[in-house]
């Protein structure tokens, strides 16, 4: 009994070990999906770190359970061995008087050691194979799915609810080399610079390279305006965080403002997106006038955008507040569709503003 069955033990505890991996790895490719599925159906992008934390949660709780419904014991073996090598109890007989002395126990239990040697390992056969195989087919089938979920059905969810809703699917907005460039040089000041301290120049990083991050999975032509908008507002935020720790000088917390209110004017500036009017509104009760900026009006001889006269083919001549929205709505699909540049679109607007000045002179 002991050499010649524990070499059969070890083998059913092998077998257990495995169905048990198995199990364990279809629980957790299982849990993976059933949570990769949602959230990319909803537009969530969780880090690969939760999902690796996911499958080892499944993993160890799908392999446990299996072991605590599978696990054996000496009496169970004893039986197995009977049963599947065809030696008519005489290993449970062996096993039930192991501990019993006289020259008829010895004899007997020398004989079913005898019988285990001369039986082969391998003539044990792995039990419940089939649900073992149909079990590692799923957790292969499902492990292959995760990368194609991954990769196929945020699109496929997108073309479903167009056609479901019966409106024109919003087109992608894409970033073009300048506005990457741009971007990626104010990230660079920002890192460079001096006049921010440490907490409010981690805060705006933080929120510039998410921002990057946003755009290069690809956003909408209507949703940049409201990814942009976010990040300024948390830019914001993480400033004002900055400015209220104790300590922080007021030149240091004036600096600290500057700086976030460089960052954001030049987020607008890269995206052609208008400023929101209550910060125009906030400058001109609150803060001195540039004169170099005719999108503000009055002071020294400065041009009010709205009241500035402007010739529409179809309405004749008007002021740039009566046609501002339906021009930007042209110039942001111009833009977007490639018809007109960046750089072009800014000539124009210098040559009309220079002539401008020049009739009003």
Same mark, same amino acid.
């Given at each position: 009994?002991?050499?010649?069955?524990?070499?059969?033990?070890?083998?059913?505890l092998?077998?257990?070990?495995?169905?048990?991996?198995?199990?364990?790895?279809?629980?957790?490719?299982?849990?993976?999906i059933a949570?990769?599925?949602?959230?990319?159906?909803?537009?969530?992008?969780?880090?690969?770190?939760?999902?690796?934390?996911?499958?080892s949660?499944?993993?160890?709780?799908?392999g446990?359970?299996?072991?605590?419904?599978?696990?054996? *014991?000496?009496?169970?073996?004893?039986?197995?061995?009977?049963?599947?090598?065809?030696?008519?109890?005489?290993?449970?007989?062996?096993?039930?008087?192991?501990?019993?002395? @006289?020259?008829?126990?010895?004899?007997?239990?020398?004989?079913?050691?005898?019988a285990l040697?001369?039986?082969? +390992?391998?003539?044990?056969?792995?039990?419940?194979?089939?649900?073992?195989?149909?079990?590692g087919?799923?957790?292969?089938?499902?492990t292959?799915?995760?990368?194609?979920?991954?990769?196929?059905? #945020?699109a496929?969810?997108?073309?479903?609810?167009?056609?479901?809703?019966?409106e024109?699917?919003?087109?992608p907005?894409?970033?073009?080399?300048w506005?990457?460039e741009?971007?990626?040089?104010?990230?660079?000041?920002?890192? *460079?610079?001096?006049?921010?301290?440490?907490?409010?120049?981690?805060?705006?990083?933080?929120?510039?390279?998410?921002?990057?991050n946003?755009?290069?999975?690809g956003?909408?032509?209507?949703?940049?305006?409201?990814?942009?908008?976010?990040?300024?507002?948390?830019?914001?935020?993480?400033?004002s965080?900055?400015?209220?720790?104790n @300590? +922080?000088?007021?030149?240091?917390?004036?600096?600290?403002?500057?700086?976030?209110?460089?960052?954001?004017?030049?987020?607008?500036?890269?995206?052609?997106?208008?400023?929101?009017d209550?910060?125009?509104?906030?400058?001109?009760?609150?803060?001195?006038?540039n004169?170099?900026?005719?999108s503000? #009006?009055?002071? *020294?001889?400065?041009?009010?955008?709205?009241?500035? #006269?402007?010739?529409?083919?179809?309405? @004749?001549? +008007?002021?740039?507040?009566?046609?501002?929205?339906?021009?930007?709505?042209r110039?942001?699909?111009?833009?977007?569709?490639?018809?007109?540049?960046?750089?072009e679109?800014?000539?124009?607007?210098?040559?009309?503003?220079?002539?401008?000045?020049n009739?009003?002179?």
């Amino acid at each position: 009994m002991d050499g010649n069955f524990k070499k059969f033990k070890k083998r059913i505890l092998a077998e257990l070990l495995i169905k048990c991996a198995v199990i364990g790895l279809t629980a957790a490719m299982i849990v993976v999906i059933a949570v990769l599925l949602p959230c990319k159906l909803c537009g969530i992008n969780l880090l690969w770190v939760y999902y690796v934390l996911i499958a080892s949660g499944g993993f160890a709780l799908g392999g446990g359970i299996a072991f605590l419904l599978l696990r054996t *014991n000496d009496k169970n073996i004893v039986k197995r061995l009977d049963a599947d090598l065809k030696l008519e109890e005489r290993v449970q007989t062996a096993y039930e008087y192991s501990g019993s002395t @006289g020259e008829i126990y010895d004899m007997l239990r020398d004989d079913t050691s005898a019988a285990l040697g001369r039986a082969s +390992v391998k003539a044990l056969p792995f039990k419940n194979i089939l649900a073992t195989v149909l079990c590692g087919v799923l957790a292969l089938s499902c492990t292959i799915a995760v990368p194609v979920i991954a990769a196929c059905v #945020p699109a496929v969810f997108a073309q479903a609810q167009g056609n479901g809703d019966g409106e024109k699917e919003d087109p992608p907005r894409p970033v073009t080399d300048w506005e990457w460039e741009a971007l990626d040089e104010l990230i660079t000041y920002v890192e *460079n610079s001096r006049k921010a301290d440490s907490y409010a120049k981690a805060g705006m990083l933080a929120e510039l390279k998410g921002l990057r991050n946003v755009l290069s999975e690809g956003v909408s032509q209507s949703g940049l305006g409201g990814f942009v908008r976010n990040t300024v507002s948390r830019i914001r935020n993480a400033v004002s965080d900055a400015n209220a720790r104790n @300590g +922080v000088t007021e030149e240091q917390q004036a600096l600290n403002s500057a700086e976030e209110k460089y960052v954001v004017e030049k987020l607008y500036e890269i995206f052609s997106l208008p400023k929101p009017d209550d910060e125009n509104s906030g400058n001109n009760q609150g803060e001195e006038e540039n004169p170099d900026q005719p999108s503000n #009006p009055g002071g *020294n001889g400065g041009v009010n955008m709205s009241d500035v #006269p402007f010739f529409d083919p179809e309405k @004749g001549y +008007v002021t740039v507040g009566d046609v501002r929205d339906e021009y930007y709505e042209r110039i942001q699909q111009a833009l977007a569709e490639g018809t007109i540049s960046k750089e072009e679109w800014e000539y124009i607007m210098a040559t009309y503003f220079a002539d401008l000045s020049n009739k009003e002179e």
